[in-house]
T-cell receptor
Framework: AQSVAQPEDQVNVAEGNPLTVKCTYSVSGNPYLFWYVQYPNRGLQFLLKYITGDNLVKGSYGFEAEFNKSQTSFHLKKPSALVSDSALYFCAVRDIGSNYQLIWGAGTKLIIKP | EPEVTQTPSHQVTQMGQEVILRCVPISNHLYFYWYRQILGQKVEFLVSFYNNEISEKSEIFDDQFSVERPDGSNFTLKIRSTKLEDSAMYFC??????????????FGPGTRLTVT
């Protein structure tokens, strides 16, 4: 069965430092991978996706993610963190056995300290 | 920028009562979804809807749940007889397409359902 793991409940980073939020997945076949962000009292906002092609995907707000097939990972990165990046980040994979549904990680709380 | 809207933002109901959660998807989107997130747990898929019928549903989406697109803009989730364990944040989402191309899904702000 398809699954997504986000091994860190929380990540703390100082403002201006690079950040990484980890995600690993388990699928049969080629994955479609997504990152979403959730700010307090807001819905899930799409950040970026990997479908095929270049392993480095660029998304909104300066975020990027690197697809690594051998490590089955899709880590979210940003070269220089902002305090406003503090939020809950979710990794998701589209179920290959499904045409529609997303399978979600548990989420990682990112805290950027000034 | 177009967005998915949901009403109400918070619904409190008594066990056994029927609730209807409402969503207005992005206007040119064709695929609609409901997900839920029980406090402290993962987001879970409930159902997807296309061309006025359910495309896919999860085990959670039992006979107590139904979806409808009553007009050209609204997309509703009905829970016929709520249970305590239905308490969760319910998210509506929509996408331009679904099966052939993995378009991203755009989510509404959610409705927090509290069953007492």
């Amino acid at each position: 069965a398809q699954s997504v793991a986000q091994p860190e409940d929380q990540v703390n980073v100082a403002e201006g430092n690079p950040l990484t939020v980890k995600c690993t997945y388990s699928v049969s076949g080629n994955p479609y991978l997504f990152w979403y962000v959730q700010y307090p009292n807001r819905g899930l906002q799409f950040l970026l996706k990997y479908i095929t092609g270049d392993n480095l995907v660029k998304g909104s707000y300066g975020f990027e993610a690197e697809f690594n097939k051998s490590q089955t990972s899709f880590h979210l990165k940003k070269p220089s963190a902002l305090v406003s990046d503090s939020a809950l980040y979710f990794c998701a994979v589209r179920d290959i056995g499904s045409n529609y549904q997303l399978i979600w990680g548990a989420g990682t709380k990112l805290i950027i300290k000034p | 920028e177009p967005e998915v809207t949901q009403t109400p933002s918070h619904q409190v109901t008594q066990m056994g009562q029927e609730v209807i959660l409402r969503c207005v998807p992005i206007s040119n989107h064709l695929y609609f979804y409901w997900y839920r997130q029980i406090l402290g747990q993962k987001v879970e898929f409930l159902v997807s809807f296309y061309n006025n019928e359910i495309s896919e549903k999860s085990e959670i989406f039992d006979d107590q749940f139904s979806v409808e697109r009553p007009d050209g803009s609204n997309f509703t989730l009905k829970i016929r007889s709520t249970k305590l364990e239905d308490s969760a944040m319910y998210f509506c989402a929509s996408s331009e397409a679904g099966a052939a191309t993995p378009y991203e899904q755009y989510f509404g702000p959610g409705t927090r359902l509290t069953v007492t």
